[in-house]
């Protein structure tokens, strides 16, 4: 039981990571591969170049690198669980519950029941995870921060701010309380700033819909779906109530619970989240591509 207490994050991390890779490596491939066919990824330092002259750039690169090997279904599945997984200990880290970290992660997977969505915007969020919070200096931190996160990974730097401005309300430090309603205040406003002076200046070519809701987050233009800022919105709303769910997290079974609740959502994402038509358009394109002859036929015979 003390093993299991101590090790309990690393094995439901573990939990997800197999979870995820079974469900698109034997279940749902096909979009992983509609994924990997609609991109070239190129090393060269002209085309990474290219990616870091857009908002959110250094997310598409990354995300674009990762795509490349999902023509291997077992490999697309496996790099599909490690992203899940570091997205979930990135969201512990930053204080928020398992719980609720599970219900990031289930409704990023109903996310990806979109063809048209892109890797890059589960990079996106784990860069903006992963941005330092500084308590001293804050305010010059924000104003070299928000715009270079915004540069490499986009709007969904929206996180970051959101998570500034409710760590600054929430400080119990005296000190500093008497500084967060301006230091509140101000990053939202800067993140604003940032993206319009982009818009004006840097991204001209695109309209102020994509600079500010994401250039390379969904394929399709202006077709985002409500999924997309439900996510972030959730992952700073659940580090606002981790108090409240801190009596849920720590359940001597919460292994158990959370294990239970995951794979339950993940199977219900996985029945009514992906479209069935959908899904099987995609699954005949992988098999032409792959010259997949007699799946094609079995297919066709069952059908």
Do not use: H
């Given at each position: 039981m003390q093993f299991l207490n101590r090790y309990s994050r690393w094995i439901f991390a573990t939990l997800i990571s197999v979870t995820v890779f079974v469900f698109f490596g034997s279940f749902h491939s096909e979009y992983l591969s509609y994924q990997e066919q609609n991109q070239l990824f190129q090393w060269t330092t002209d085309y990474f170049c290219e990616c870091l002259s857009v908002a959110g750039g250094l997310a598409d690169w990354i995300g674009e690198c990762l795509t490349q090997f999902f023509y291997l279904p077992?490999?697309?599945?496996?790099?599909?669980?490690?992203?899940?997984?570091?997205?979930?200990?990135?969201?512990?880290?930053?204080?928020?519950?398992?719980?609720s970290a599970v219900l990031v992660s289930v409704l990023l997977l109903w996310w990806q029941s979109e063809p048209e969505a892109q890797i890059s915007y589960m990079v996106a969020l784990l860069l903006t995870l992963w941005a330092p919070h500084c308590r001293r200096l804050a305010l010059l931190a924000d104003i070299l921060m928000i715009p270079l996160l915004y540069w490499l990974a986009g709007?969904?730097?929206?996180?970051?701010?959101?998570?500034?401005?409710?760590?600054?309300?929430?400080?119990?430090?005296?000190a500093l309380r008497k500084m967060a309603v301006g230091g509140a205040l101000f990053a939202p406003l800067w993140m604003l700033v940032c993206?319009?002076?982009?818009?004006?200046?840097?991204?001209p070519q695109y309209s102020l819909h994509r600079v500010m809701m994401g250039i390379n987050y969904y394929r399709i233009p202006f077709h985002e779906p409500a999924l997309q800022w439900v996510i972030p919105a959730?992952?700073?709303?659940?580090?606002?109530?981790r108090a409240k769910?801190?009596?849920?997290?720590?359940?001597?079974?919460?292994?158990?619970?959370?294990s239970s609740l995951f794979i339950l959502l993940t199977i219900v994402v996985g029945k009514w989240g992906f479209d069935r038509d959908t899904s099987e358009?995609?699954?005949?394109?992988?098999?032409?591509?792959?010259?997949n002859w007699d799946g094609i036929i079995r297919a066709r015979r069952a059908a």
């Open positions: 077992w490999l697309g599945a496996a790099i599909m669980g490690l992203l899940y997984v570091l997205i979930y200990v990135s969201s512990v880290k930053r204080g928020i519950a398992d719980i709007p969904l730097a929206w996180v970051y701010v959101g998570l500034r401005c409710t760590r600054l309300l929430t400080d119990k430090n005296a993206q319009l002076a982009a818009y004006s200046w840097l991204l959730l992952v700073v709303a659940c580090w606002l109530y769910e801190a009596s849920v997290a720590n359940l001597p079974n919460k292994i158990l619970f959370s358009l995609l699954k005949q394109a992988q098999m032409i591509r792959t010259e």
